[in-house]
C-alpha cells in the first residue's frame, strides 16, 4: 500500500526485485548502465526520454535505480493502470508533486498552478505511459514546453508503450532519447545472474545456460521467479543446487511453445 508520505516518490529499495526476492542484488547490466546515462544526459538537456520493453526484462529497476543516484530529491513518479482522463492526470500530479491545499476546481486555475509548482527541477517519471491517452501526453507536452517549467520527463512502459508515442508527432518529435530495454544475451546472463545472488554464486555455467536456454530466456523476472523456487526448494529439501532440482524449480513457470 501507497502511503500519502511515499505517493509520487521513488518506490523503496527493497521494492526493486520481484517479489521482494531476499538476497538479490541489483547488479549493473548494460541496459542499466545505458539507461543511467539516457537518464543523465535527459536531466542536463531538460529533455523527453522514454524507455521501453516487454514486461520483466527490467525497466522499472534500471529507471528507478539511476534516479535513486542522479536525482533522488528530485524525482517524482506518477503511473496509471486504465486509460486517465486528463482531470486524472491533474490530480495525480498535484499529489506527486506534493502541492498543499485543496485541488481547484477550474481547470485554468489548476494549470497554473501546475505550472508554477514545475517553475521547480523535477523529474517526472511516468510509469506504464503505454495506458496514456492522447489528451493525457498532450497535457503533459503542454507542460514541459511551458517557457517557465524546469521538467525532465521519462516515459517508461511495456507493449504498446513506444507505439503509443510514436504515433504523437508532436511528441515524438520532442523526445531526446529511445532506449529499448531486450532481453539479456546469454554472455551476459553467465556474467549476470551469479551475481544477482548467492544461490548462483558457485554454480556451473552450464546450468545457468541451460535454464537461460529453456525458462529464463534473459529475463530478469523470470530468474528471479525461478529463483524463488529455487531457494525454497533447497530449503526443504536439505539439497543443494543441481540439475534435477533446476528443472523442477522452472517446471513452474509457464512455457510458451516454441513457434514452427
Known sequence: MVTAE????????????????PGAQVVSTRALLMARENIRAAIEAR?????????????SLAVNTSLRELAPKLTRRIQFRSRPSTRDLRHELFHALGLQGRPPGHPIEFDRMLRGALEATHVLVCDE???????????????????GSDLTIVFTGGDGCF???????????????WQEIEPMP?????????AFHPVWAD??????AM???????GNFRAWAKITHHLTAGMKESG???????LRWSYSKLRQRPLEP
Open 129 to 147: 505511459a503505454q495506458w496514456l491517452s492522447k489528451m493525457c501526453f498532450e497535457y503533459l507536452r503542454y507542460l514541459w514546453d511551458d517557457i
Open 6 to 21: 511515499r505517493q509520487g516518490r521513488l518506490p523503496r529499495e527493497r521494492e526493486d526485485h520481484f517479489m521482494r526476492l
Open 186 to 194: 546469454l554472455e551476459e546472463v553467465l556474467t549476470v545472474i551469479p
Open 239 to 245: 539439497r543443494i543446487l543441481d540439475e534435477d532440482l
Open 47 to 59: 529533455a523527453m526520454i522514454c524507455i521501453y520493453g516487454q514486461a520483466g526484462r527490467g525497466k
Open 211 to 217: 535454464c537461460d536456454d529453456e525458462a529464463a530466456h
Open 163 to 177: 507505439e503509443m508515442l510514436q504515433s504523437e508527432p508532436m511528441l515524438e518529435s520532442r523526445v531526446y532519447a
Open 203 to 208: 554454480a556451473d555455467p552450464d546450468l545457468i
